[in-house]
């Protein structure tokens, strides 16, 4: 046993076991949380956060950080609702070319991170959290503060349709993740993330344009925030400024829990799907089980920090700031 | 001259160019009580940005600032009936112990700075939750004018906030220039490993900048909360910003090792500038966000030590 139970191997299914018994534990705590409704339930809270959370997957594969969605998430659905309330209002009409228009906006506002953190040389932490805040104030911005309402029946059918007890909209993150794995595996863009995360100088000195990668990465994870801002809006019906607001902890949370390392290089989006169920199933479970839903925020940052202690190889890192 | 020689002046001309810019387009800017009330606003912001300062001297970051100096607002209004006076060294010790677990978990646990400030973050918002009921607080007025009545009061036509702040300043300086501990903080932002090398106790250092870090930010919401004369755990949201703004429009920069407590006095004032500039301006007030955003990445694209990074991740 000793042999096989290595780091390695407790790193790479720890995720998963943990995930495990958290149902476990919280079905046992209270029988109603293993029904099938409160699955939903569950379903329905992961799908925005898993799109955004697939795309700071990319940008942590690659050794950098992106703490800009809860700007993108929000211009995006501002933009969005705005356009699609001028086009007609409903799915019928033209205004489904709304839908395009939102990823078109979260590329455009991705790009711009990407240009910011390669061409001004800014580390990518730093320079997405002020494009977050300039986000925030755009979308500010455009609303003048109010909520813009979104009641088309068809594009709230994201939540009230079911199909198999399961909201469309977890369908469509689904295929989206499939998208993503696609994109991460069968794809020279996905595995020059891995090349650019596990060691820059190698994949540099191997003639791979390394600022490209980073700057169509971050457009690629601007697309993903613009995919969870649209499932966001068909969750609730309202785009305002605050759409994007607590996005950027539990996104984080969620991809350094699954098992993506912060270092690069390691992890994947199946990685980032454990991880935001885990999340998600600790915030319904406690709530479930009549724990006061305050203690979340404390419990995730626990998490995320045994999560980022367990995946470090201290033989491979000096100092870190 | 050069562009480097140029550099270390750049926040104070900044500064004077601003002020000289606003004062022209309207004159009542460069009232001395207009001026006077400007600066007492901006004094738990400063406060909050000295702190940061310490954080961003040794090349790290403070994220959790905020949910601190929020935190703390809970923690003064639910203490005072309780402790009275006392209730300014409980604020403290909980940022000062907050700021520590930052920094242990920074330096021994090897978790970078920006996700464990993070997540310590939460847990702040989390105990500020629970302390709170999650409603917004009120202070006992008397109560509050017979124990921290001394914090906002005015002498002299000056408002204590800015002898608070000048006490504050000197003696961060005092810390920065004058003893060990700020020598070893210089030694370690300018560079870790030879710091190291040298046989200094690194992550005690660090430990220590991101404790001041925290001390400091509770101070500000302390100060923030007896201001307000109430406490909630969102009470001093939209600080973190202005505060990292303050401290890199300053002249420290993202990489440490040069600028301090100093740079941040000028930064702040920058930041007070820009703010009431844009009252007179007539900018909207929710434009203030995208401002202070761009403002912020140029200062750090001016300010940033490249050839301490390599590779810029």
């Given amino acids: 046993m000793g042999s096989v139970l290595t780091r390695d191997v407790l790193v790479k299914w720890a995720p998963l076991l943990v995930l495990i018994v958290l149902i476990l534990f919280f079905a046992a705590m209270e029988p109603r949380f293993f029904s099938v409704r409160n699955f939903a339930r569950i379903g329905i809270s992961s799908a925005p956060a898993l799109m955004v959370a697939i795309g700071v997957t990319f940008i942590i594969i690659m050794g950098s950080i992106d703490l800009s969605m809860e700007g993108t998430v929000s211009v995006c659905a501002v933009v969005f609702a705005f356009a699609f309330i001028a086009m007609g209002g409903t799915l019928a009409s033209f205004a489904w070319l709304a839908l395009p228009l939102a990823l078109l906006v979260g590329a455009a506002v991705g790009l711009l991170n990407g240009l910011v953190h390669v061409k001004l040389k800014i580390p990518s932490f730093m320079a997405s959290l002020a494009m977050g805040f300039v986000g925030t104030g755009f979308a500010l911005l455009l609303t003048g503060g109010d909520r813009i309402r979104v009641e088309d029946d068809l594009f709230r059918g994201l939540l009230t349709t079911r199909w198999f007890n399961f909201p469309i909209m977890c369908y469509v993150a689904v295929a989206f993740l499939l998208i993503a794995w696609f994109i991460q595996t069968r794809t020279t863009l996905g595995r020059n993330f891995y090349a650019v995360g596990g060691g820059e100088d190698l994949a540099h000195a191997s003639g791979l344009n390394v600022n490209k990668v980073r700057i169509l990465g971050f457009t690629l994870a601007g697309v993903f925030y613009a995919v969870g801002a649209l499932l966001a809006v068909g969750r609730i019906g309202i785009a305002e400024t605050a759409t994007g607001s607590n996005f950027m902890f539990v996104s984080i949370t969620s991809v350094v829990v699954g098992g993506t390392a912060l270092w690069g290089g390691i992890g994947g989006v199946w990685n980032t799907l454990i991880g935001v169920l885990i999340v998600n199933v600790i915030n319904n479970g406690m709530v479930v089980i009549g724990l006061p839903g305050y203690v979340q925020d404390g419990v995730l940052g626990v998490l995320v920090i045994a999560a980022v202690v367990l995946s470090t190889d201290r033989k491979s890192v000096t100092f870190v700031k | ?313």
């Fill in chain 2, 1 to 313: 001259m050069s562009f480097e020689r140029i550099k270390p002046h750049l926040p104070w001309i900044t500064l004077l160019a601003l002020v000289a810019i606003v004062g022209i387009a309207d004159a009542n800017f460069l009232r001395p009580a207009n001026l006077i009330a400007m600066a007492a606003d901006i004094v738990p912001l400063f406060i909050m940005a000295l702190g940061m300062t310490f954080a961003i001297y040794i090349g790290g970051i403070d994220l959790s600032a905020q949910s601190v100096a929020n935190m703390t607002t809970v923690v003064a209004t639910v203490t005072l009936p309780l402790f009275g006076v006392g209730a300014a060294l409980v604020c403290i010790l909980s940022g000062f112990v907050l700021g520590a677990v930052s920094g242990y978990v920074t330096t021994k646990l090897l978790v970078p700075s920006f996700i464990s400030t993070l997540a310590i973050g939460g847990v702040a918002f989390s105990a500020a939750q629970y302390l709170s009921g999650q409603r917004a607080l009120f202070m006992d007025a008397e109560l509050r004018d017979a124990t921290f009545g001394w914090m906002t009061g005015s002498s002299f036509g000056i408002p204590h906030e800015i002898f608070i702040g000048a006490f504050l300043v000197l003696v961060t300086w005092f810390l920065q220039t004058r003893t060990t501990f700020g020598r070893a903080l210089k030694a370690v932002g300018a560079g870790e490993p030879a710091a190291v090398a040298a046989g200094l106790d690194v992550a005690k250092i660090k430990i220590m900048a991101f404790a001041v870090s925290g001390l400091l930010a509770a101070v500000a919401g302390l100060l923030f909360s007896v201001k307000l004369s109430g406490g909630s755990p969102t009470l001093a949201n939209g600080f973190l910003l202005p505060a990292i703004v303050a401290v890199l429009v300053g002249g420290t920069p993202l990489t440490g090792g040069v600028g301090g407590v100093i740079n941040t006095l000028i930064g702040t004032l920058i930041v007070a500038v820009i703010r009431s500039s844009m009252l007179y301006f007539e900018v909207d007030a929710t434009k203030q966000q995208m401002v202070f955003g761009l403002v912020l990445i140029a200062a750090i694209a001016l300010t940033i030590d490249r050839t301490k990074l390599r590779i810029v991740k």
